[in-house]
């Protein structure tokens, strides 16, 4: 791209949108020096920059994938870096489940975690899984004999003992899993109340944190393992929405409506108002016309649901974990991170959206909590 491409372009910030009409870089330059000065706020100063930038790249075609994808990436890092996230209007309790292995449930909740703490929300993160794949992207101690999930589940220990800070985004917390979560299934058996532990918990740290005067929670995400045993049960029970990651391929259709069934059973008897509020399509590859075939199934299945953002497969984000770190820190340009900074902007926008729809129906400031369980309930 010309000197006078997207970074050109950032001189000529305060005129107005015919800036961005011009194609030549002559006429870049003719059209700032004519165009009317911008007038507005600086957020709207800042949304027409953006816009300008974008527009000022080379079309892509379909015919030229390699332009598209890196169309693609380019605009996602114009639309995206520096931006801050709406807040939620309470704390957003969201659990990542799939029960099959290797969809991508660990890699998207930390990644999306880091996206969200990165773009100015405070995030906090429990790990169930005992592999503890989670606390090792984060970088936070997890060996065994540390305060953890296990310690909190079994032994009832303030969940405030347990959490760490990564060290690498600030606002990003986690409550980390050691080995010793390995033998909880069997020791949660014998105890009280032993699915709703961790939601009590939870709503302890919270009320604890609001108390001492810290900063709200903004999300919750809580990494399942691969089953369905008691420590996904809690996941479940703790949760008030449910994100699953779909991997492209065939064998994920067939879990998910197993999952389904599973969600709806928790729903029934345990938790009332968990729903199914967003689908993520992982380790796509839009060479091959399986992962397009699936990705249109899941969407003409769960339109509403679905996000629009798919993760590509990425070595970075494989790579990423080895270095105790996730991919937003470990390569911030790379398509993959990109692609779950634009997965954390939809998660966040949309809850805003559903907000201003809930408030629009009531006239009460707040979206009702079944706003979202309504849309998929007309999915079905």
Known sequence: MDEQGPAGMLGDHGRGPDVAAATTPERRRKAADDAPPFRGSAGDADEWRRAALVSSLPTATPDTPLMAELHQDARRRIELR????????????????????????????????????????????????????????????????????????????????????????????????????????????????????????????????????????????????????????????????????IQCEYYALEGLSQLLKTIDLIQAHLNPTLHVSTILLTMYDARTRLAQQVAAEVRTHFPDRTLRTSVPRSVRISEAPSYGQTVMTYDPGSSGALAYLEAARELAERAATVQARGSARTGSGAAGPNDQRQSGEEER
């Open 82 to 245: 520096g931006r801050v996230f709406p807040r939620p209007a309470s704390t957003r309790i969201i659990t990542v489940a799939n029960q099959k292995g290797g969809v991508g449930k660990t890699t998207t909740t930390v990644n999306l975690a880091a996206a969200l703490a990165q773009s100015g929300l405070t995030v906090l993160v429990i790990d169930t899984d005992p592999q503890g794949n989670a606390s090792t992207a984060l970088g936070v101690d997890h060996h065994a004999g540390t305060p953890s999930v296990y310690e909190v589940l079994v032994d009832s220990a303030p969940m405030q003992g347990a959490v760490q800070e990564c060290p690498d985004v600030p606002g990003l917390f986690c409550v980390p899993a050691t080995i010793d979560l390995s033998g909880a299934e069997i020791e949660l058996v014998s105890l009280v109340a032993r699915e709703t532990r961790l939601r009590v918990a939870l709503d302890h740290y919270l009320a604890w944190r609001a108390e001492h005067g810290h900063a709200r929670i903004d999300y919750v995400l809580v990494d399942c393992p691969p089953s369905l045993g008691l420590l996904t049960v809690n996941a479940f029970v703790v949760g008030r929405e449910v994100l699953i990651p």
